[in-house]
């Protein structure tokens, strides 16, 4: 599919999935991840990768599932040049409309020596061969040479002549630790494009770390200088200090089309409601400075840009809130709001109804209406995805009771479902919360680091639903969890509950192995 783009054609391959995911806090379970693939392909990106088969039976799961979910965009797994990889990846895919596998190893002497333990020719061998298998099955294969910003140019142009040779159709150069500037990172696209043998046949590809705040610069670098793919996440979620961010990148093409001579295919409206799902699903919240989709994206405070705003947008804006999805008006539904408006708003924010319990999320938004005047799209996105949360969870919270005062000790009894089963604890503590946390760690006889606890009200006002994020660390393992409710107690135990399910499944699946070599 592939060669039928046209030449100023930039596809958005995202990684949010996968790179993303990867990173810690950023943790989704399986139906998070297919509701993350599903505003993706509205979004219309061209690829999704949809994880790392072979890391783990919860990844090689995740990625059979999101390769069933969507229907038009390639769906593809990460694999090293290993054979039990690139079987796992191509059985993980086996359902996909549009399966594709993306193999990489790294090319950096750096990397061949210290982690490897690999010689060049053995790296020239593995990737051909692994390349080769793939090929066998499947026509849609990506090749990248890890660390190929820190690469020997001349020995990852040898790599890439053999394996387009062996049948790859992508390229992908990544700048792996974030280390390129702009200039030579477009470069070395350049460099690769004239002297790899068969380069001329494949679409390269930019995949960029943000650890010096350039990864979109350099991805823009990379296409000036022909490559015809980026990969991206939104967000700009992923290792260490991201990835390079979809929004951002995807907008830079949209708004500079005078100097780029190129664009992508993604529907820019689908932006806002990608970004908050992200953001509610894994907690982190966007920074109101963000490009594009933060508070203060478009948010003019000081009186000389209010008055040119005024007289004219153009003054001070270079994109439209409305193209990126942003609701002009944020206010959305109220008391006398229905069912069916209700549904329709959660469709609006890239919910899609069938994956929670649309009554119960109703009933919830109703309680909400009589507690609150009004209740806004961020109150929204955070009952329904409270809904799927609660749905997909092991240990349930039923109930939360909790006393304080000036001359007791604060106290908090709590009740949790496990297999059915209702369990009951109580406890003291330095506050309600830790009350609460103590009694939850006691049913469920897990006690991990609590590493991080915030609180924040989702939209103005004392009668706000209230969203606590919190990281909890066990064992090596760091998992992030969410909840949001109009009680700041019962928001921070829903939050740690779900900590504590995705704690129980990252348990259950050995994710160490994504710390190892090909
Ligand atoms: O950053 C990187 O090099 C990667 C590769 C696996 C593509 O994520
Ligand atoms: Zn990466």
């Known amino acids: 599919m592939e060669q039928s783009y046209p030449e100023d054609y930039v596809r958005i391959f995202d990684t949010t999935l996968r790179d993303g995911e990867q990173s810690p806090g950023c943790t989704m379970n399986v139906e998070e991840k297919i509701a993350i693939a599903r505003q993706l392909e509205r979004l219309n990106v061209d690829i999704i990768e949809a994880g790392f088969a072979a890391s783990s039976p919860g990844d090689f799961e995740a990625v ?24 796992q990846a191509l059985k993980a895919i086996e359902k996909a409309r549009h399966p594709g596998i993306h193999i990489f190893i790294a090319t950096s002497d750096i990397h061949l020596k210290y982690k490897l333990a690999m ?23 990506e090749f990248s040479c890890e660390d190929a910003s820190r690469s020997d140019w001349d020995f990852m142009a040898k790599v890439c002549a053999e394996v387009i040779r062996a049948g790859a159709r992508i390229v992908n150069l990544p700048d792996t630790t974030g280390h390129a500037i702009p200039e030579e990172f477009g470069e070395m696209f350049n460099y690769m494009r004239h002297h790899v043998e068969g380069g001329d046949r494949v679409i390269w590809s930019a995949h960029c770390h943000n650890d010096l705040g350039l990864a979109v610069a350099n991805s823009l670098a990379a296409i000036r200088n022909g490559a015809r793919q980026v990969e991206c996440t939104i967000n700009g979620i992923g290792e260490r ?23 992508s295919g993604v529907d820019t409206r689908q932006i806002y409601p990608a970004s908050r799902l992200l953001s509610q699903i894994i907690g982190q919240p966007v920074p ?9 994206a478009f948010a003019h405070e000081a009186g000389i840009h209010q008055d040119g705003v005024l007289k004219n947008k153009l003054t001070y804006e270079i994109m439209k809130p409305e193209d990126i999805g942003i609701p002009s008006n944020k206010l959305v539904l109220g008391k006398h709001s ?48 409270e809904e799927s949360r609660q749905s997909a969870e092991a240990f349930e919270l039923i109930d939360v009771e909790v006393s304080s005062s000036k001359r007791a000790e604060p106290r908090a009894k709590v009740t949790v479902r496990i297999d059915g089963q209702e369990h009951h604890a109580e406890s003291t503590g ?89």
């Open 288 to 296: 109101p400075n963000k490009p594009i989709v933060g508070d203060n």
């Open 64 to 87: 059979r599932r999101v390769a069933d979910s969507v229907a038009n965009p390639v769906v593809l797994s990460l694999s090293r040049t290993r054979e039990e990889d690139v079987d």
């Open 241 to 263: 200090a991201g990835n390079t961010s979809m929004e951002e990148v995807v907008m830079a093409l949209k708004t500079r089309r005078d100097l780029m001579s190129v664009r």
């Open 119 to 141: 010689t060049r020719e053995d790296v020239l061998n593995a990737a051909t061969w692994a390349v080769a298998r793939a090929k066998q099955y499947l026509d849609y294969i």
């Open 430 to 518: 330095d506050g309600m919360v830790d009350a609460c946390y103590k009694a939850i760690y006691r049913i469920t006889g897990l006690n991990p680091a609590l590493e991080r606890y915030s609180v924040k009200a989702i939209t103005g006002g004392t009668d706000a639903l209230g969203e606590v994020s919190c990281l909890v660390r066990d064992d090596g393992m760091t998992v992030a969890g969410q909840g949001a409710h109009s009680d700041i107690v019962m928001a921070s135990a829903l939050a740690l509950v779900n900590a504590l399910n995705r704690l129980k499944i990252r348990t259950n699946t050995d994710r160490e192995l994504r710390r190892e070599g090909p």
């Open 338 to 385: 229905g069912r069916h408006a209700f549904i329709n708003r959660l469709r609006e924010l890239g919910i899609d109804p069938q994956t929670i319990d649309v009554q119960k999320a109703f009933a919830a938004f109703k309680a909400l209406c009589d507690k609150k005047k009004v209740v806004y799209d961020d109150d929204i996105l955070a009952l329904a995805n």
